[in-house]
């Protein structure tokens, strides 16, 4: 556990996002400067791929409440941890991938892994990154694939989506939400595991917004803020 800038949170030492937060470093500035510029009290939000917390403790103290998501079951257990110890009780954490299809889910096998990953199948201490693991649809899969859609009923205002690869995914359960509501949305593109876990390319990503009647604009090297047209 250690103090940061940020508050206090807890994680793996070997982990990259706990190590940033360690040394007051974030990876993911330009969308929690969004978050701070933009996010007001009212509003009603949802974190897909909350991982230890950082962004939903920052969406937390400034929303009127959250849907935190994470799939893995050991960093949803740090995720409440920090929600906890950042005094966040306005938050909602459900340990389930947010998907477009209910189902069931394994760690991808480690060829699709991306290199940050190091070794997840050598043991908890050879993982570097959990936040870049990702995930396939398997039958006797331990990890729950929902659609939000049948889960969360708020008008929801913002969604930020980082799920290594399925974001697109994610969002597509999230249609009726989309629908109804049109929130702002920030999701990450990663071209590697989006083709190799989940079929999905660029041009997929580009349809459906353009479908939803949205405008994207990148703000930085893989996250992109959409908009409702």
Not at 20 to 27: A, H, P, R, V
Not at 157 to 176: P, R, Y
Not at 186 to 215: G, M, P, V
Request: hydrophobic residues 35%; glycine residues 6%; negative net charge.
């Amino acid at each position: 556990m250690v103090e940061t800038n940020y508050g206090t949170y807890l994680g793996y030492s070997n982990d990259l996002a706990f190590q940033q937060l360690s040394k007051n470093q974030f990876e993911d500035a330009e969308v929690e400067s969004y978050i701070r510029k933009t996010i007001k009290p009212e509003d009603i939000c949802i974190d897909i791929g909350a991982n230890i917390g950082r962004i939903s403790v920052c969406l937390s103290e400034r929303c009127k409440k959250l849907y935190s998501i994470e799939p893995q079951l050991n960093i949803y257990l740090a995720l409440c941890g920090n929600l906890f110890l950042n005094s966040c009780f306005n938050v909602t954490p459900l340990n389930i991938a947010a998907f477009s299809s209910n189902g069931n889910f394994s760690i991808a096998p480690q060829e699709k892994l991306d290199g940050w990953v190091g070794d997840y199948y050598g043991g908890d201490d050879k993982v570097t990154s959990w936040g870049s693991i990702s995930l396939e649809l398997t039958p006797n899969g331990t990890i729950k694939g929902r659609k939000l859609d049948e889960i969360i009923n708020d008008p929801i205002d913002f969604i930020k989506v980082d799920a290594e690869g399925g974001d697109l995914d994610a969002l597509m359960g999230c249609q009726n939400i989309i629908n109804k509501n049109k929130p702002k949305i920030i999701f990450e593109f990663h071209s590697q595991l989006s083709k190799t876990c989940y079929n999905r390319s660029w041009e997929d990503y580009l349809a459906f917004f353009k479908k939803n009647n949205y405008k994207i604009k990148q703000i930085s090297e893989s996250d992109f803020l959409a908009v409702a047209d």
